[in-house]
């Protein structure tokens, strides 16, 4: 059954929650209410439900289950997205298919995070989402980018060579060789062993050249990559 808490101050991150087990939005409830500056102020148990909800509280978050009676999470954000609605979707699920992912980003959802996300990173997406930007945790962001790849390697099948770009971010060649490696969707232990470094060093270089070629997150990152054909 639709639940709404009555909400009065602005600065905190309004949130609504969906998912079928009353357990699961407790447990989700409860965590993020251990952040002062975030508050839940409705919960559903479907598709059909949230988007009731949002339509009566305006919450400036959906957090949505895939997988639920009535009408699933994907469903919803997509009509949500067809409606022009301006609350901010993130798809929370155990679900971590390529099928699922993209068919969620189709539908204009603004992040995905699974389940068993830490507390740390699903305030960061949280905070990220509000603030106008997208959020997929580092698997998604793999399937995402190896998909992304993927389409690239079909259409250059079918064009001439591509010449190879400037070094205008003036990275090193270390970080042109992380760069490849986190584009091929490998993790930064994946990348240390590779490489024979420490996992602290992969991650200095990552965080390195995503500063340099000014992203925060691997969509962007292969964007400009292909753009200044980098990969």
């Known amino acids: 059954m639709l639940r709404i808490i ?18 699961v ?7 993020l209410e251990s952040e002062s500056d975030l508050e839940v102020i409705g919960e559903a148990a479907n598709g059909e439900e949230a988007i009731e909800l949002v339509g009566k509280v305006s919450p400036d978050i959906l957090i949505i289950d895939i997988r639920m009676p009535v009408m699933n999470g994907i469903d919803a954000v997509a009509e949500l997205t067809k409606s ?17 992912i993209l068919k969620s980003i189709s539908s204009g959802a603004n992040g995905y995070l699974l389940k068993d996300t830490d507390k740390s990173e699903f305030i960061k997406a949280i905070h990220t989402v509000r603030e106008g ?12 980018v190896n998909n992304l790849l993927g389409a690239k390697k ?7 060579p591509r010449k190879t770009g400037d070094n205008v971010f003036d990275l090193t060649n270390k970080e042109l ?19 024979q470094n420490s996992k602290r060093t992969i991650e200095t270089h990552r965080f390195n050249l995503m500063r340099k070629m000014d992203v925060k ?14 990969i």
Request: cysteine-free; proline content about 0%; hydrophobic content about 35%.
């Open 6 to 23: 009555t909400y009065i101050l602005s600065e905190t991150t309004r949130i609504v929650l969906a998912d079928d087990h009353a357990l």
């Open 25 to 31: 939005r407790d447990g989700i409830r409860s965590l």
């Open 84 to 100: 022009k609605s301006e609350v901010k979707t993130i798809i929370l699920s155990m679900h971590d298919s390529e099928e699922y």
């Open 133 to 144: 930007g997208k959020y997929f945790s580092g698997d998604i962001s793999n399937v995402l």
């Open 154 to 160: 079909e259409v250059v099948k079918e064009e001439a």
């Open 177 to 195: 060789k992380v760069l490849e490696l986190v584009l091929s969707g490998l993790t930064n232990q994946q990348i240390s062993e590779k490489l």
């Open 217 to 230: 997150n691997l969509i962007d990152l292969s964007k400009k990559s292909q753009k200044h054909n980098l």
